[in-house]
């Protein structure tokens, strides 16, 4: 399964990365089982990337982390929202 | 199109004298408009740098202002973002709505900013002399949100 992955606001700038395209393993189908999976690419991203400080939509849908990952889906990790 | 993401600055009063000529129905618009505060929790701020999700956040703000719509006779509506590094008392963002009745429009772009606040993929970095540092949802601004559901 392929899947674009998008980076915003905090993870984005500590990560240095906007945008990568990965081949996810089997076995991670869901959103939290993803972020586990990024967490083991180094200290950098187990601190980064955990539930409480990141936030994540697929499909340009905020969505939780028991959400599905289907292939070629777009999926963005971020800091919460401040906008306006 | 009546969501605009942009880096520019905006008039207000441009904004309003379009919306004005929408309609000879319209009887009154309401605008807010948010601005750059040099004090973030007693820290001066030098400057913010506002990111956006492009695709997604037109998105979300189309969707709001389709809601706000169901809820209110809202005859136009007018999103501005803006993104990039802004200054202290730089205007970020404009809401503005056009009623043929005052009640309606104030509803109207108090929903919009509300949601907006919660819902809308932005960003803000604010860069402090201490250092940068990513602002998150505030409470406060998720309770005002979440105030609509309960009055309706």
């Given at each position: 399964m392929q899947i674009d992955l998008l980076y915003f606001g905090r993870p984005g700038e500590n990560l240095k990365l906007s945008h990568e395209t990965v081949q996810l393993p089997a076995g991670i189908n869901t959103l939290g089982e993803l972020l586990a999976w990024l967490r083991l690419r180094g200290d950098n991203w187990a601190q980064e990337l955990t539930e409480t400080r990141v936030r994540c939509a697929i499909n340009q849908e905020f969505a939780a982390w028991a959400a599905q990952i289907r292939d070629r889906d777009e999926v963005a990790l971020f800091s919460p929202i401040s906008g306006g | 199109m009546s969501v605009s993401i942009q880096q520019e600055d905006f008039d207000v009063g441009a904004v309003m004298a379009e919306m004005r000529a929408?309609?000879?129905?319209?009887g009154a618009m309401v605008s807010f408009v948010g601005l750059v505060r040099d004090l973030s929790y007693d820290e001066r701020v030098e400057n913010i740098f506002v990111e956006h999700y492009p695709g997604m956040s037109e998105k979300a703000l189309g969707k709001i202002i389709v809601e706000a719509k169901q809820r209110w006779d809202l005859l136009a509506v007018k999103v501005i973002h803006r993104v990039g590094t802004l200054g202290p008392n730089d205007q970020i963002v404009l809401v503005a709505t056009a009623s043929s009745h005052r009640g309606h429009a104030f509803s109207g772009c108090e929903f919009i900013i509300d949601y907006l606040k919660t819902d809308a993929p932005f960003w803000k970095k604010e860069v402090k002399n201490q250092g940068q540092e990513w602002v998150v949802t505030k409470d406060s601004d998720v309770q005002r949100m979440q105030r609509w559901n309960r009055q309706n």
């Open positions: - | 929408t309609s000879n129905n319209v």
